[in-house]
């Protein structure tokens, strides 16, 4: 993430940047925001969407070897005809559900994180008026939160992986559970990059980078995060019903 | 055109608009030489970094396409320091040679390359978006490219550079195991890498416009990266995923690509109820879309340089856009035309037929443009408008082979001989290389502030042109003779292809003309690095072109625009332009240069 203090970093040296830029949308001019803040989320905004393309496309590969092979048979050499082998592995349901109720409140807990950056911004523009309280910073403990159950889910996936091993379902057992590990640990090794996304996020708020630089950050690790989500319940579907 | 002239103008003044504060270039210009040279965050050092790497690699590619040709007509031929190449080594040759030349030549310079050189300073903007990114992809490259010469050194892999399983997937099978998978390791960084770039590019194109910059004003060069990242967005992470399928196939105990019941040197396998073609599918529809990553941006290039030296405007740019599109969005639809052979319906074969040979439409749309672009213009013949010719000349010469093999009866007699070595190095291997070399030969000026020698150039080009023909030509006809690829030696005691030993005279043909033909790349290599320290002092403008790269000093500071960016009042293409007295209109010429 040293890309994100490079070039975003508080030293004013990214606003103002290109104002009234050619082709895409004009300067809004924030009433909240510094000067270049809505261009600098748009190109984060833009690069998370581009990212998460390229990430669909790998399990959108990977969806179609599955289907293909769920449905395949090969072909006999002795009886001359096609032996449809695929042997679906028994998910061990109620954890990954477990599981997938965790990582949906760490995306409410994550949510809670941006909208309380957000009331402050809002707010620290109006101390002046009576009645007018600057928000507090909460943002650094839900976003703890977050990485938590972010944490809890991985450990979960650890044991549905451990409760398989358990029935004796290993990586090369028969190609259902190849696919129930590659699909599961592809996707936690993608989760595992939004931790550490996350993990500087929280890092950046400690450390004190700039309120709108901390928004930024929290939004583009937030779309990627519960990107994260809607991938895991698309993995357990396929897995559950795609057998 | 018209709609570009027509767009509202939104300043009609000069070059520079200092109100803009220019701001993207977040780091200053750095001074160690390890900054600047080595982990540099400067697209520009690192354009020519994967400028060098893509040479390096090319090199490496031509040197063990002579040895191939050594193999095939003088077997007996002892090379000094490996001996006489026996005919796995012959796999292994061109395994790497294959892999060298499509990821590390013709994915890396024209995009990566040249694109991360002068993306950023033709849509004017003073870097990639993500500098540090940009740096990390690079190195990723790089790392993938060591790892890639690891196998060359070590064991080579004999798979090919499509490595299809079952040979790929079995350690046994093929004739040591480290190649393979370090081949496999070297294209899942590659991979990375190209995801990284590929993010960089499209976020650049679409957010770092300078004023004025609208998408239709872009050259056609920046259409062309753009729509090359599109693919290599949604095209390396399709390989990507197979490619680790494989790996666990290889070293997990896994089955993907491995079907039951193989017994490898009297070894019964435990591997079963895998699918060989899965890969074959996986691999093509990231193999397909890597030919257009190879072309498009060489068909920019042409473009850009074939409207300049005509002193015209491109024939057509909107179609030419268009055309650009459609070629990337078929290229995701006929994979399936690699895999004639693997026994598919005849319905899907008709499927992705159809769709192959509509292929034909967006690439005649280029091809028609880029004749009308050239039609009664006052045509400059300088090297890099040369090898842009010779581009189109190989393209056309390439392209129709294609509708031949994109048609299942056809392709089932011609698949895996001569003839598709023929059609796809004509138009994605050569091709690809005169866009590379156009685009050194015009863009070095900039580069490197010095102009490259004219007679070398030409002497490159024409050595180059007609030995190119005289490699593939022949090889169409030997295709069509029943040649097959892939094979180390034809001519053997009881042999299948004794028949084809009348072909050995041709064959000789092929190799002494590869031979000269890569001794010819010799001149091209002196005249880059005479011309680095002893080239004429190139003018900020030599070509007079309109683009912003030729309106900053050559070679350009730091930060392209000195701090002044840009604003663009005219499309990318206005020569000749009525009434204005210069045949030319610069991009950042006032609006009122002409009337519209």
């Given at each position: 993430?040293?890309?994100?203090?490079?070039?975003?970093?508080?030293?004013?040296?990214?606003?103002?940047?290109?104002?009234?830029?050619?082709?895409?949308?004009?300067?809004?001019?924030?009433?909240?925001?510094?000067?270049?803040?809505?261009?600098?989320?748009?190109?984060?905004?833009?690069?998370?969407?581009?990212?998460?393309?390229?990430?669909?496309?790998?399990?959108?590969?990977?969806?179609?070897?599955?289907?293909?092979?769920?449905?395949?048979?090969?072909?006999?050499?002795?009886?001359?005809?096609?032996?449809?082998?695929?042997?679906?592995?028994?998910?061990?349901?109620?954890?990954?559900?477990?599981?997938?109720?965790?990582?949906?409140?760490?995306?409410?807990?994550?949510?809670?994180?941006?909208?309380?950056?957000?009331?402050?911004?809002?707010?620290?523009?109006?101390?002046?008026?009576?009645?007018?309280?600057?928000?507090?910073?909460?943002?650094?403990?839900?976003?703890?939160?977050?990485?938590?159950?972010?944490?809890?889910f991985l450990a979960g996936q650890f044991l549905a992986w451990r409760e398989l091993r358990s029935q004796g379902m290993f990586l090369a057992t028969n190609p259902s559970s190849s696919f129930f590990y590659v699909l599961t640990g592809a996707h936690a090794a993608h989760l595992i990059g939004g931790l550490v996304a996350l993990f500087y996020a929280a890092f950046a708020t400690v450390f004190g980078k700039s309120l709108a630089t901390r928004r930024i950050v929290v939004d583009a690790a937030g779309w990627y995060w519960h990107f994260m989500g809607a991938l895991w319940i698309y993995i357990f579907a396929l897995l559950h019903f795609g057998k | 055109m018209g709609n570009v002239q027509n767009t509202p103008h939104r300043a009609d003044v000069g070059v520079v608009d200092s109100s803009v504060q220019h701001a993207a270039h977040a780091h200053a210009a750095p001074t160690g030489f390890i900054r600047k040279y080595i982990f540099s965050l400067d697209h520009k050092v690192i354009g020519l970094q994967y400028y060098f790497l893509a040479l390096a690699s090319v090199f490496t590619g031509l040197i063990l396409s002579v040895l191939m040709r050594i193999h095939l007509v003088w077997p007996e031929w002892a090379i000094p320091g490996i001996g006489i190449i026996k005919d796995e080594q012959y796999l292994g040759l061109l395994t790497l040679h294959g892999t060298f030349m499509v990821f590390f030549v013709l994915t890396t310079a024209p995009q990566s390359g040249f694109g991360n050189y002068f993306l950023p300073i033709q849509i004017g903007a003073a870097d990639m978006a993500f500098p540090v990114l940009n740096m990390l992809s690079f190195w990723t490259t790089f790392a993938a490219f060591i790892v890639m010469l690891g196998a060359f050194f070590t064991v080579m892999p004999i798979a090919g550079w499509t490595s299809y399983p079952t040979l790929s997937a079995l350690p046994n099978a093929g004739s040591l195991p480290w190649g393979q998978d370090l081949w496999l390791l070297s294209i899942a960084l590659f991979c990375a890498a190209s995801l990284m770039g590929a993010l960089n590019f499209i976020t650049t194109t679409l957010d770092l416009r300078c004023k004025g910059m609208s998408l239709w004003r872009m050259p056609l060069t920046c259409w062309t990266w753009f729509v090359t990242a599109i693919l290599g967005l949604l095209a390396f992470g399709v390989l990507l995923s197979g490619g680790l399928l494989l790996l666990l196939d290889r070293n997990a105990g896994t089955s993907f690509f491995v079907p039951g019941g193989l017994v490898v040197n009297g070894v019964q396998q435990r591997h079963e109820g895998g699918s060989p073609l899965l890969w074959q599918h996986l691999f093509w529809f990231f193999g397909h879309p890597e030919v257009y990553i190879a072309i498009l941006p060489g068909m920019g290039v042409a473009s850009q340089l074939l409207s300049t030296f005509s002193r015209k405007p491109i024939f057509g740019y909107r179609a030419m856009v268009f055309a650009v599109m459609a070629i990337g969005l078929l290229g995701f639809m006929v994979w399936g035309h690699h895999m004639f052979m693997s026994g598919m319906s005849p319905y899907t074969a008709f499927a992705f037929s159809l769709m192959t040979m509509a292929i034909g439409v967006p690439s005649a749309i280029k091809t028609f443009n880029w004749l009308g672009t050239m039609w009664r213009g006052k045509i400059r013949f300088y090297t890099p408008m040369l090898f842009a010719i010779g581009f189109v000349s190989l393209f056309v010469s390439g392209g129709l082979s294609g509708p031949f093999l994109a048609q299942p009866t056809l392709d089932i007699p011609l698949h895996d001989t001569f003839f598709v070595v023929a059609h796809f190095h004509l138009i994605m291997g050569v091709a690809a290389i005169f866009g590379i070399f156009a685009a050194t030969y015009y863009w070095f000026p900039k580069m490197f502030g010095r102009m490259m020698s004219e007679s070398l150039g030409r002497l490159h080009f024409w050595f180059t042109f007609v030995g190119t023909y005289a490699i593939f030509m022949p090889m169409h006809y030997e295709g069509m003779a029943g040649r097959p690829r892939r094979y180390g030696s034809m001519v053997v005691a009881g042999g299948l292809f004794n028949r084809l030993a009348a072909l050995m005279p041709l064959e000789k043909f092929i190799s002494i003309a590869a031979f000269v033909t890569a001794a010819a790349q010799l001149i091209f290599v002196i005249n880059l690095f005479w011309s680095m320290k002893k080239g004429e002092k190139a003018p900020v403008n030599p070509w007079e072109a309109t683009t912003l790269e030729w309106t900053i000093p050559s070679p350009p500071p730091h930060d392209n625009f000195a701090g002044n960016t840009p604003v663009v009042n005219h499309g990318p293409y206005e020569y000749s332009v009525p009434g204005v007295e210069r045949d030319y209109v610069m991009q950042t010429d006032p609006a009122s240069v002409h009337a519209h």
């Open positions: 993430m040293g890309t994100l203090r490079q070039s975003v970093g508080g030293s004013g040296r990214g606003d103002n940047f290109r104002e009234g830029g050619g082709g895409g949308e004009r300067y809004r001019p924030g009433r909240y925001e510094p000067a270049g803040y809505y261009e600098r989320l748009r190109r984060y905004r833009l690069a998370v969407a581009v990212l998460l393309l390229s990430v669909i496309m790998i399990f959108v590969a990977l969806t179609s070897a599955y289907i293909v092979r769920a449905g395949m048979g090969t072909y006999d050499t002795v009886t001359h005809s096609y032996v449809y082998d695929w042997k679906p592995v028994q998910l061990p349901n109620e954890l990954l559900l477990l599981n997938t109720l965790v990582l949906v409140l760490s995306s409410g807990t994550l949510e809670m994180a941006r909208r309380n950056l957000n009331a402050r911004a809002v707010t620290a523009g109006l101390t002046g008026l009576p009645g007018v309280a600057v928000e507090p910073e909460r943002s650094a403990p839900w976003l703890g939160i977050t990485l938590v159950l972010g944490m809890a | -």
